[in-house]
């Protein structure tokens, strides 16, 4: 078992791309059940590839930018099994140089923080990403306190989805996903109970992008990731912020593979939105920071 460690020659990268999915593992299995699939294809307008860890990991080595990769384990909700974040961590240790792991368990499972120690102690897992409209369950919820200690006492990153997603869109009843769910308000209360534990939430958070930036402002524990969006649509309070008061805890990222990096930075520099001495914190240096990259 090779336990990941990072290689990462900051010099030698340009970025670093904080949401990045595996949705099919080597042995073809997919993250999600086909309809919800399709549905999200349909929502992002795109019937792209979906490229194995290996094939991601010499994307992102040609452009010279550092990708944090996982997957979601939801299986509660969706009755799908997971991709194994054991098989993400073991293929980020292959590909070291540019791949960041981070582990994804249900919180809803009896056996989840055993499975958190495990990921992070075994395995070196940086981080652990969570879906609380896929995976069904309220953040704000004291019953997934213990979850929450474990990550902290790791000293690991919780990112977490928020705002709208295009999982589930156009199906009857979203296929029964709760929006509500991924209101990053709800994350200020696990912020304020665990001051050491590094969150962040993912994605302009429409349509509560101004309770986002509240909760980031308030709490200095939290950080906002420009993932799922084209720069071209941002909210203007967003562009507003991560140009000044919120500069060094904006977080780039794209949500490869259904929004690409090259997408993400054309659209950002077509728009010409963000200040010219913000952007290398945005693209790379913050994220470096979080990470425990930077020395």
């Known amino acids: 078992m090779t336990r990941y460690e990072p290689a990462i020659d900051l010099d030698a990268i340009d970025a670093i791309d904080v949401h990045v999915h595996i949705e099919v593992d080597a042995h073809g299995h997919a993250s999600l059940p086909d309809d919800l699939v399709e549905a999200a294809s349909k929502y992002f307008s795109t019937d792209g590839p979906r490229p194995d860890l290996d094939s991601i990991a010499e994307y992102y080595r040609e452009r010279r930018t550092a990708a944090v990769v996982f997957t979601v384990d939801a299986e509660t909700q969706l009755g799908q099994p997971p991709l194994s974040s054991k098989e993400i961590a073991e293929g980020a240790a292959r590909n070291n140089d540019v791949l960041i792991p981070f582990g994804s368990v249900d919180p809803r499972r009896v056996d989840a923080v055993d499975r958190v120690r495990r990921l992070v102690d075994d395995h070196g897992v940086r981080g652990f990403k969570f879906h609380p409209t896929v995976q069904g369950f309220d953040p704000s919820d004291s019953a997934y306190h213990p979850l929450y200690e474990a990550l902290q006492e790791a000293g690991v990153i919780a990112l977490f989805h928020t705002g709208q997603t295009g999982i589930g869109a156009g199906l009857p009843g979203g296929r029964g996903l709760r929006l509500g769910l991924s209101n990053p308000m709800l994350l200020d209360g696990v912020a304020a109970d665990f001051p050491g534990l590094q969150i962040v939430m993912a994605h302009p958070s429409v349509p509560w992008q101004d309770e986002a930036i509240s909760v980031a402002t308030h709490k200095h524990n ?65 994220a470096a920071r979080l990470l425990g990259l930077a020395t």
């Open 222 to 286: 939290t950080w906002i990731d420009l993932s799922g969006w084209s720069p071209k649509y941002f909210p203007e309070s967003l562009v507003r912020a991560a140009n000044s008061y919120l500069k060094k805890r904006v977080l780039f990222g794209s949500d490869f593979p259904l929004l690409t990096p090259d997408r993400w930075r054309r659209d950002a520099d077509a728009a010409e939105l963000f200040k010219p001495e913000v952007i290398p914190d945005i693209l790379k240096d913050n």
